[in-house]
């Protein structure tokens, strides 16, 4: 079916629903921190702290875990060890496009991506713009 699940992934995938702000972060620092967890993706509606960026990062860290923030332009926290900014590209029906950018990376190059997914398997393509070469990023301010 078109827009549906790669095959096991439904089976493994738990959805939380929180009731407030404060209840998000600490629910996606505790399956953050969880090692059988291997990815976080929470929709914060308010600025993210610089304290509870650096929790998130943390927990991220000792769980080994790939926390996805999903935050709206300019209420990112400065904690993150990667911003990307995503925005949709036109496609055929039966694939997903989306022109993703990295605009911080705290430990390597920055870059922008083409990204399609066709809906059949776990896998999505990137495509580097090809003759481009990327310094990194300077430090934060």
Same mark, same amino acid.
């Given at each position: 079916?078109?827009? @549906?699940?790669?095959?096991?992934?439904?089976? #493994?995938?738990?959805?939380?629903? !929180?009731? @407030?702000?404060?209840? =998000?972060?600490?629910?996606?620092?505790? *399956?953050?921190?969880? #090692? +059988?967890?291997?990815?976080?993706?929470?929709?914060?509606?308010? +600025?993210?702290? =610089?304290? !509870?960026?650096?929790?998130?990062?943390?927990?991220?860290? *000792?769980?080994?875990?790939?926390? =996805?923030?999903?935050?709206?332009?300019?209420?990112? @926290?400065?904690?993150?060890?990667? #911003?990307?900014?995503?925005?949709?590209? +036109? @496609?055929?029906?039966?694939?997903? #496009?989306?022109?993703?950018?990295?605009?911080?990376?705290?430990?390597?190059?920055?870059?922008?991506?083409?990204?399609?997914?066709?809906?059949?398997?776990?896998?999505?393509?990137?495509?580097?713009?090809?003759?481009?070469?990327?310094?990194?990023?300077?430090? +934060?301010?």
């Amino acid at each position: 079916m078109p827009g @549906s699940l790669p095959d096991g992934v439904a089976e #493994r995938l738990h959805l939380v629903e !929180a009731r @407030s702000e404060t209840d =998000l972060l600490w629910t996606a620092e505790e *399956a953050l921190r969880a #090692r +059988p967890v291997s990815l976080v993706i929470a929709a914060p509606e308010k +600025p993210i702290s =610089l304290t !509870a960026g650096r929790r998130l990062q943390l927990a991220a860290e *000792a769980g080994v875990t790939t926390g =996805l923030m999903l935050i709206q332009e300019g209420r990112g @926290s400065n904690a993150a060890e990667t #911003r990307w900014k995503c925005d949709p590209l +036109p @496609s055929p029906p039966d694939s997903t #496009r989306h022109l993703w950018a990295l605009i911080k990376n705290k430990r390597g190059t920055i870059g922008t991506y083409d990204v399609s997914w066709n809906g059949t398997t776990a896998a999505v393509h990137l495509v580097p713009q090809a003759g481009e070469r990327h310094q990194p990023e300077g430090p +934060p301010r």
